[in-house]
């Protein structure tokens, strides 16, 4: 068209609160399971929290819950907890342009539009869900990313569409999949649902070691 690219931030369009229940496939040192988790996203267009609970026998559970505020942009996380067997959390401080850790590791550098490990899952969605037409396959979308000790710059590619067979049945997707920067950077697949709002109806995680956790939706219901 001509036009200049905007500089605007992109729209973004969350979707209602849902509750998705997941069957889980994964590998943890060599030790093959099976689990169940939940994700629990609920706002009331000002405030958000997503919360994610994996279960398994022998393996434990883990969670990850994720809080913070609502912008024109998107979510803003104030606090990141992740837990296993003991609590690591990051503090998100937008005035100073920082974020903590309780893990006392290096504080980095963040500002608005920064993610942490589970709200940049609906965050992706949301940013589709707004101008689907602006992410063709091949995009990419760069987000800083929070974990409990640490920040990193994640990129997300835009894959071709896909039509999963979930235990939820057949569901018609959109693929995004992080291009890791060093060869020990965790692998991260995300397939986003149309249906239900672009949240997340397929999420597999892999290590560089090879351990991984597959997720994949069996159902969806409201809160």
């Known amino acids: 068209t001509g036009q200049a690219p905007s ?5 973004v369009r969350l979707p209602p609160p849902t509750r998705l229940i997941f069957d889980v496939s994964g590998q ?38 994720s809080v913070g505020q609502i912008s024109a942009q998107g979510l803003l996380p104030e606090r990141f907890s992740d837990r296993a067997r003991s609590e690591q959390a990051a503090h998100f401080d937008y005035a100073k342009g920082r974020v903590t850790f309780s893990a006392n590791t290096p504080e980095a550098p963040v500002g608005p539009g920064a ?17 689907p037409g602006r992410f063709v396959p091949g995009t990419q979308v760069t987000l800083t990313t929070v974990s409990a000790r640490s920040a990193d710059r994640w990129t997300f590619s835009v ?12 569901t018609a997707t959109l693929k995004l999949q992080r291009l890791p920067r060093k060869d020990y950077d965790q692998k991260a697949e ?6 239900l709002g672009y949240l997340p109806v397929r999420i597999r995680l892999t290590q560089a070691n ?14």
């Open 7 to 11: 500089t605007a931030p992109p729209p």
């Open 28 to 65: 943890a040192k060599k030790f093959a399971y099976s689990a169940r988790a939940e994700l629990l996203w609920q706002h009331d267009g000002s405030r958000y929290q997503a919360r994610q609970e994996v279960s398994a026998f022998l393996v434990g559970s883990r969670s990850q819950n």
């Open 115 to 131: 993610q942490d490990r589970l709200s940049v899952f609906i965050q992706l969605g949301a940013l589709l869900a707004a101008d």
């Open 159 to 170: 894959e071709a569409p896909e039509t999963l067979d979930l235990p939820a049945g057949a």
């Open 190 to 195: 995300l397939w986003v649902a149309p249906a």
């Open 210 to 223: 090879g351990d991984f956790a597959d997720l994949q939706l069996r159902s969806s219901s409201a809160p």
